[in-house]
């Protein structure tokens, strides 16, 4: 059984900076591209910051500049940097990955619980 475990939400003042975790447990035989979605009250779910299993990133254009995603391949496990975080970046934060379980499996995405990430004005 694949779990995703979101860590490092939080309240924090505009301005402030946080530190997302997300790790992978189970029976894992690769993990192509992992990424961050997020789930602001009303709206729908977005992508928020993808990286392949190469290291490339890619960013929604409101968070660009200001988030940084990274992985550790031997860890299982993404992260995302948020840094002049603003009260448009409250929402619900999920850990997104695609995963192999076996060489001869397709992959297929798995998504964590979420974690609250809320900015004061």
């Known amino acids: 059984q694949v779990q995703l475990v979101e860590s490092g939400g939080g309240l924090v003042q505009a301005g402030g900076s946080l530190r997302l975790s997300c790790a992978a447990s189970g029976i894992i035989f690769r993990i192509n591209a992992m990424g961050w979605y997020r789930q602001a009250p009303g709206k729908q779910r977005e992508l928020v910051a993808a990286?392949?299993?190469?290291?490339?990133?890619n960013y929604v254009d409101s968070v660009k500049g200001r988030f940084t995603i990274s992985r550790d391949n031997a860890k299982k496990m993404v992260y995302l940097q948020m840094n002049s975080l603003e009260p448009e970046d409250t929402a619900v934060y999920y850990c997104n990955a695609d995963i192999a379980l076996s060489a001869m499996s397709k992959s297929w995405f798995y998504w964590g619980k979420g974690t609250q990430v809320t900015v004061s004005s």
């Open positions: 990286i392949t299993s190469g290291g490339s990133p």
